[in-house]
Nanobody, 114 residues
Framework: VQLQASGGGLVQAGGSLRLSCAAS????????MGWYREAPGKKREMVAA???????NYEDSVKGRFTISRDSAKNTVYLQMNTLEPEDTAVYYC?????????WGQGTQVTVSS
């Protein structure tokens, strides 16, 4: 399974970005797909995840600002990020799990200036 992430960039506080993660397989063969982030000096944390049945989970600090969605026809998962804050600055990774196997895409940098 290969995951191709894109969509990061530099944005001012209050702005928006949309990240995309394209999978090389049908996303319905994956138990979970999600977005994770790693800020300097911090551990990688889950930001948002969507399970195969469609339920979603969010890290508390992004609830109401970020939305994870998917397009099965494109085998792609999106992360719409609104009202971005400087604290959201990190490298964002797309991840997926199928049974016991975990897959990662390359990171994409998101920088939010104050």
């Amino acid at each position: 399974v290969q995951l191709q992430a894109s969509g990061g960039g530099l944005v001012q506080a209050g702005g928006s970005l949309r990240l995309s993660c394209a999978a090389s397989v049908s996303i319905f063969t994956l138990d979970v797909m999600g977005w994770y982030r790693e800020a300097p000096g911090k551990k990688r944390e889950m930001v948002a995840a969507i399970i195969s049945g469609g339920n979603t989970n969010y890290e508390d600090s992004v609830k109401g600002r970020f939305t994870i969605s998917r397009d099965s026809a494109k085998n792609t998962v999106y992360l719409q990020m609104n009202t971005l804050e400087p604290e959201d600055t990190a490298v964002y990774y797309c991840g997926a799990r199928r049974v016991t196997e975990v897959y990662w895409g390359q990171g994409t940098q998101v920088t939010v200036s104050s």
